[in-house]
């Protein structure tokens, strides 16, 4: 089972910032918090991970508590094609030897 | 670089029938996947290849899944025989095992329907 909880859908305007928040109280230290998308019909999209600290790169921004039992991903600029399923997911490695477990994720839909 | 290729992106087959579906990882990728997301569910794990090795195969559902990737280049994923609770969507990921942390590169999925 997924070890995170996120809403089942959210509604953001275009152009402005798209807040998705996430649950993982039961996180462990050596735990990372990845975030995911997938596009109707297209395979799930590597967007951001952390551990600690916060981290931004050219898709979006990645917020974690100092507690690391929630964590919030930020679209700075929301447009249409952002609208999609956003997991976030909690891996040791993300990119190594464990295999990813989804949630049912966020419906983020960005509304014109 | 070219992404995760696989092939076909649909296959239609009656109940019974043998199904093969194809990827072909990054070049370089040593770390293969396979998960799939069956009518209405999430998106499951089924096994990982290092280079032409199963590391993990927890998540194959039976034992009419078989996966394969001989050379530890292209893997292939058959269903023999398939049954209707087979249909859904399979995709394959494939990352640098010395990148860890930097996220899977997904494919597009095969779209598989059994009638």
């Known amino acids: 089972d997924a070890k995170t909880t996120q809403p089942t859908s959210m509604d953001c305007a275009e152009g402005r910032a798209a807040n998705l928040p996430c649950n993982h109280s039961?996180?462990?230290?050596?735990?990372?918090v990845y975030w995911y998308r997938q596009i109707h019909s297209q395979g799930p999209q590597y967007i951001i991970h952390?551990?600690?600290n916060n981290e931004t790169n050219e898709m979006a921004s990645l917020i974690i508590t100092e507690d690391r039992k929630s964590s919030t991903l930020i679209l700075p600029h929301a447009t249409l094609r952002d609208t999609a399923v956003y997991y976030c997911i909690v891996s040791l490695s993300g990119g190594g030897a464990d295999g990813l477990t989804f949630g049912k994720g966020t419906h983020l839909i960005i509304q014109p | 670089e070219a992404g995760v290729t696989q092939f076909p992106s649909h296959s239609v087959i009656e109940k019974g029938q043998t199904v093969t579906l194809r990827c072909d990882p990054i070049s370089g990728h040593d770390n293969l996947y396979w998960y799939r997301r069956v009518m209405g569910k999430e998106i499951k794990f089924l096994l990982h290849f290092v280079k032409e090795s199963k590391q993990d195969e927890s998540g194959m559902p039976n034992n009419r899944f078989l996966a394969e990737r001989t050379g530890g280049t292209y893997s292939t994923l058959k269903v023999q025989p398939a049954e209707l609770e087979d249909s859904g969507v399979y995709f394959c990921?494939?990352?640098?095992?010395?990148?860890?942390?930097?996220?899977?590169?997904f494919g597009s999925g095969t779209r598989l329907t059994v009638v």
């Open positions: 952390g551990l600690k």
């Open positions: 039961t996180i462990s230290g050596n735990e990372y």
């Open positions: 990921a494939s990352s640098a095992y010395y990148r860890l942390g930097e996220g899977y590169t």
